[in-house]
C-alpha cells in the first residue's frame, strides 16, 4: 500500500516554463487536494476534487490548473512559472473532505529561476 | 478573518522530558480541530482530531486537549525522543470544510 505518492520530489523551472506535478493515490480516496507550504506560513489550499470530474478552487488558485480524470490521479499544473510559486507543494488524500485525518505525500520542492 | 495560532514557534528539550504546545484559534463556525506532526523532508501525519464535544483525545506518548469555549487546544507529548523532533501543526476546520492551518511548532529534541 503505497498511500500517496508525488513525482518528481524536486523541480527546477525556468520562469515562463510549464509543468506537472504528479500525485497518485491507492486508497480509492474520493477527496484529493493540493497545498503549498511556504516558510513562515500555515499550508494553504490550491485547489481540491470531491470525486473524478469534479474539481474546485481553493485558497491560492491562481496559476495553476487541476483535472481528475480517474479517481487515483489528480495532476496540478503550473502553466507559466513565475518565482512566487517557488514553494513545496503536497498533495493529501481522504475519504471525505470532512474525514479525519488526510494523508499527505512526501512533497514536491519546486524552485522558479 | 479564522485564524490559527501556534506557541512557542520553535522550542528544545532534552529527551526523556515532556512538552506542552499551545494553539489558539479564532475560526468560526468551528468543526473539528487536528494535530499534525510534519518530519523534516515529510508531509504532514495525522497524530489527533477532536470535535466539539471532545476535550481530550490520546494517541500513544501524544495527548491533545481542546477547550473550545476559549478556543485554545494544547498537544502535549510524554517522555520525548529524538524521533519527536518534528514541526507540529495545528488545523482547525470550519464548518464549510475549509482547513486553517498554522505555522508550526518546531521542535527539537536533545539527548
Known amino acids: 500500500n503505497a498511500g500517496v505518492t508525488q513525482t518528481p520530489k524536486f523541480q527546477v523551472l525556468k520562469t515562463g516554463q510549464s509543468m506537472t506535478l504528479q500525485c497518485a493515490q491507492d486508497?480509492?480516496?474520493?477527496?484529493m487536494s493540493w497545498y503549498r507550504q511556504d516558510p513562515g506560513m500555515g499550508l494553504r489550499l490550491i485547489h481540491y476534487s470531491v470525486g473524478a470530474g469534479i474539481t474546485d478552487q481553493g485558497e491560492v488558485p491562481n496559476g495553476y490548473n487541476v483535472s481528475r480524470s480517474t479517481t487515483e490521479d489528480f495532476p496540478l499544473r503550473l502553466l507559466s512559472a513565475a518565482p512566487s510559486q517557488t514553494s513545496v507543494y503536497f498533495c493529501a488524500s481522504s475519504y471525505s473532505r470532512i474525514a479525519d485525518g488526510y494523508t499527505f505525500g512526501s512533497g514536491t520542492r519546486l524552485t522558479v529561476v | 478573518k479564522n485564524q490559527v495560532e501556534q506557541s512557542p514557534q520553535s522550542l528544545i528539550i532534552l529527551e526523556g522530558k515532556n512538552c506542552t504546545l499551545q494553539?489558539?484559534?479564532?475560526?468560526?463556525?468551528?468543526?473539528?480541530l487536528r494535530w499534525y506532526k510534519q518530519d523534516t523532508g515529510r508531509g504532514p501525519v495525522s497524530l489527533t482530531i477532536m470535535t466539539f464535544s471532545e476535550n481530550t483525545k490520546s494517541n500513544g506518548r501524544y495527548t491533545a486537549t481542546l477547550d473550545a469555549d476559549t478556543k485554545q487546544s494544547s498537544l502535549h507529548i510524554t517522555a520525548s525522543q529524538l524521533s519527536d523532533s518534528a514541526s507540529y501543526i495545528c488545523?482547525?476546520?470550519?464548518?464549510?470544510?475549509?482547513?486553517?492551518f498554522g505555522k508550526g511548532t518546531s521542535l527539537l529534541v536533545t539527548p
Open positions: 494553539c489558539n484559534y479564532t475560526v468560526s463556525p468551528f468543526s473539528n
Open positions: 486508497m480509492n480516496h474520493e477527496y
Open positions: 488545523v482547525v476546520m470550519h464548518s464549510g470544510y475549509a482547513l486553517n
